[in-house]
T-cell receptor
Framework: GNSVTQMEGPVTLSEEAFLTINCTYT??????LFWYVQYPGEGLQLLLK?????DKGSNKGFEATYRKETTSFHLEKGSVQVSDSAVYFC?????????????FGDGTTLTVKP | NAGVTQTPKFQVLKTGQSMTLQCAQD?????MYWYRQDPGMGLRLIYY???????DKGEVPNGYNVSRLNKREFSLRLESAAPSQTSVYFC????????????FGSGTQLSVL
């Protein structure tokens, strides 16, 4: 079956620090990959996505590159802000027989201190 | 534009009580989903509805039932609540079964005592 493994948290950084949250996956087909963000008290919202190998998804200064050879989709940001404090979920969506069902990682809590 | 609306936001039940969580979307999406979120376990799919008139089990369906009332609404029912069902429940939707981006509601925090 499909699975997503995320770097364990929580992660605490100072403002303007560099962020990396690791994500690796296993999938039976050729999935699309996503990062979702959940702010306190809210539902998840899509942060970025990539649909094929070597694609780079980017949004709000965050980036992640679809690495098929290492089955990874690590999230990076060059300079974090206090407002980036949230829970980040890596996910995949299998476009094969399970199309439409997404598999999520356990989430990584990021706290950014001023 | 409301997106995905869930009610209630909070609920406390006693063991054995029943309740229905409501979800509605106003984006004309075909597919709808119910997830539960537990600490350290990410989101797990309970049930989904690929299109109006169809429902299917997800990863953790035991103890739950669903109804796709119409294209807009997808409810989740707990017939006899158990403490193991204490969780945060999220409803989500997407335009079609093959469309990949999910839109989430803000969640229902349920405690079963």
């Amino acid at each position: 079956g499909n699975s997503v493994t995320q770097m364990e948290g929580p992660v605490t950084l100072s403002e303007e620090a560099f962020l990396t949250i690791n994500c690796t996956y296993t999938a039976t087909g050729y999935p699309s990959l996503f990062w979702y963000v959940q702010y306190p008290g809210e539902g998840l919202q899509l942060l970025l996505k990539a649909t094929k190998a070597d694609d780079k998804g980017s949004n709000k200064g965050f980036e992640a590159t679809y690495r098929k050879e290492t089955t990874s989709f690590h999230l990076e940001k060059g300079s974090v802000q206090v407002s980036d404090s949230a829970v980040y979920f890596c996910a995949l969506s299998d476009r094969g027989t399970n199309a439409g069902k997404s598999t999520f990682g356990d989430g990584t809590t990021l706290t950014v201190k001023p | 534009n409301a997106g995905v609306t869930q009610t209630p936001k909070f609920q406390v039940l006693k063991t054995g009580q029943s309740m229905t969580l409501q979800c509605a979307q106003d984006m004309n999406h075909n597919s709808m989903y119910w997830y539960r979120q537990d600490p350290g376990m990410g989101l797990r799919l309970i049930y989904y509805s690929a299109s109006e008139g169809t429902t299917d089990k997800g990863e953790v369906p035991n103890g739950y039932n669903v109804s796709r009332l119409n294209k807009r609404e997808f409810s989740l029912r707990l017939e006899s609540a158990a403490p193991s069902q204490t969780s945060v429940y999220f409803c989500a939707s997407r335009r079609t079964f093959g469309e990949e981006k999910l839109f989430f509601g803000s969640g229902t925090q349920l405690s079963v005592l």
